[in-house]
């Protein structure tokens, strides 16, 4: 193995292992067990895949800490519910905001993620040619001919 495999395998353990520490965390005293565990499975379900699909298809460094970042965020939401979380409360009052944006946060996650590794699915495993529709290489205002 050589040394950034070797690398991005110890950070990639580090991540994983910082995940599992807010999962265990987001399981004690939540505000609700109910909205805990319906918040928590997604990530639940979506780890053994991760796991097991690991050496078949492995998915960028980026991708895998997005993934992982992702997991956090509905592992916190679950814990407070998304209204609640402490540090989305302090900004809404400091910045006198209507309501806390967590659930903001949590949804554009649920959106960019999964594009993300479906992007990467496309791209290894598509029959389609590459090219800008398949690639994401798009350039705004270009005439079309």
Do not use: C
């Not at 565990?37 to 991760?50: D, G, I, N, Q, R």
């Not at 998915?59 to 519910?81: E, K, N």
């Not at 949590?106 to 993300?116: D, E, I, K, M, N």
């Not at 590794?117 to 994401?136: D, F, N, Q, V, Y």
Request: glycine residues 6%; aromatic residues 20%; without cysteine.
């Amino acid at each position: 193995m050589d040394e950034s495999v070797r690398a991005l395998t110890f950070v990639g353990f580090w991540i994983w292992l910082i995940v599992l520490a807010v999962f265990i965390w987001s399981f004690v005293h939540p505000h609700d067990y109910f909205t805990w565990f319906l918040e928590v499975v997604p990530a639940l379900l979506a780890a053994p895949m991760l796991f097991f699909t690991r050496r078949r298809f492995h998915f960028t460094s980026l991708v895998y800490f997005l993934i992982a970042l992702h997991m956090m965020i509905l592992f916190v939401g679950g814990h407070y519910t998304y209204a609640e979380v402490p540090l989305f409360n302090w900004i809404r009052d400091h910045f006198h905001l209507m309501r806390n944006h967590y659930d903001r946060l949590g949804h554009f996650f649920q959106g960019f993620v999964p594009a993300l590794i479906a992007r990467e699915l496309l791209i290894r495993t598509s029959p389609l040619r590459s090219g800008k529709w398949l690639e994401g290489r798009f350039h705004v205002g270009r005439k079309f001919t």
